[in-house]
Nanobody
Framework: QVQLVESGGGLVQAGGSLRLSCAASGSIFSINFMGWYRQAPGKQRELVAGISGGGSTNYADSLKGRFSISRDNAKNTLYLQMNGLKPEDTAVYYC?????????WGQGTQVTVSS
């Protein structure tokens, strides 16, 4: 079992920045892929960014250049740096981890961007 706890969400004005954190605990060895997803009201959950155990990253095309994903394996923490935030970035952001074919999810953190 892997437990994931997100933090760092909040209310920010358009153009501002936030950094989300996701602390992993439990049976965290052999976690390979970790990612950030988001879900806006009335929309499907979508991948924001992902990072492999080796550090390879991938991003949603629309977010490249504004968002940056990183992980600190020593702290068992995943980060998402979000810059140049737009009202359309408003959503609940979820952390996810994959291990042995299973997916684990955090409870989500709300990000609201005001215009």
């Amino acid at each position: 079992q892997v437990q994931l706890v997100e933090s760092g969400g909040g209310l920010v004005q358009a153009g501002g920045s936030l950094r989300l954190s996701c602390a992993a605990s439990g049976s965290i060895f052999s976690i390979n892929f970790m990612g950030w997803y988001r879900q806006a009201p009335g929309k499907q959950r979508e991948l924001v960014a992902g990072i492999s155990g080796g550090g390879s990253t991938n991003y949603a095309d629309s977010l490249k250049g504004r968002f940056s994903i990183s992980r600190d394996n020593a702290k068992n923490t995943l980060y998402l740096q979000m810059n140049g935030l737009k009202p359309e970035d408003t959503a609940v952001y979820y952390c996810s981890a994959q291990q042995w074919g299973l997916s684990y999810w955090g409870q989500g953190t709300q990000v609201t961007v005001s215009s």
